[in-house]
C-alpha cells in the first residue's frame, strides 16, 4: 500500500469505506498510509489534520494504548513541528511517550524512535541544549537496554 500515489489511496479509501465501513482497521490503516503521503509530499498542514481526525478515531476504536494509535499520534506531532509549531510538537512528543513507555516498555523499539524524533524536534525548536540532554539519555538507554532485544 506505501507504493501507491495519492489518489490511488484516495480511490482505495473511497472504496474501503463503502465495504468495510469508516472503523475497520483497513481503513484506518489506508487513512495512516494517505496522511503520511501527504506529508511525504510536503503538505504538512493538511497531514496535521487528517492525523488529528484519524488519532480521534483510533482512540475510539482501537483505544488510546494501541500501537496504531501511537503510530498515528507520533506522526501528528512529525507534522505539528514541521508546520512550523515545533514547541506544540515538542507538548504532544511529552505526553506520548510516558503513554508509550507505559504500554509497550521502555525498551520497545518504537519508543526509542518517538524519543529520538523529540530530540530532534526539541532542535529544531531551537532547544538545542535539551535536545542534547535527550540524545544523551537516548543512546544511555539503548547502550542499556536496547542492546538487550535488538
Not at 469505506?17 to 475497520?24: E, I, K, S, T, Y
Not at 484506518?28 to 487528517?50: D, N, P, W
Not at 488529528?52 to 494504548?65: K, Q, T
Not at 530532534?120 to 543512546?139: D, N, R
Request: negative net charge; aromatic residues 6%; glycine residues 6%.
Amino acid at each position: 500500500m506505501a507504493d501507491l500515489e495519492i489518489p490511488e489511496l484516495n480511490a482505495l479509501l473511497e472504496e474501503q469505506l463503502r465495504a468495510l465501513g469508516p472503523d475497520h482497521p483497513d481503513t484506518l490503516m489506508t487513512r495512516h498510509v494517505l496522511a503520511r503521503s501527504i506529508f511525504h509530499q510536503g503538505l504538512s498542514k493538511e497531514a496535521y489534520s487528517l492525523y488529528d481526525e484519524l488519532v480521534r478515531d483510533r482512540i475510539r476504536v482501537l483505544g488510546s494504548d494501541h500501537p496504531d494509535t501511537f503510530s498515528s499520534r507520533h506522526n501528528r506531532a512529525l507534522c505539528r513541528a514541521h508546520s512550523g509549531d515545533a514547541v506544540g510538537a515538542i507538548s504532544e512528543f511529552a505526553e506520548l511517550i510516558p503513554n508509550m513507555q507505559e504500554a509497550l516498555g521502555s525498551d520497545d523499539l518504537n519508543v526509542f524512535h518517538s524519543r529520538q524524533q523529540y530530540a530532534l524536534v526539541m532542535k529544531m525548536a531551537g532547544l538545542t541544549e535539551e535536545a542534547i540532554s535527550q540524545w544523551k539519555a537516548l543512546c544511555r538507554d539503548l547502550r542499556n537496554e536496547g542492546s538487550k532485544n535488538y
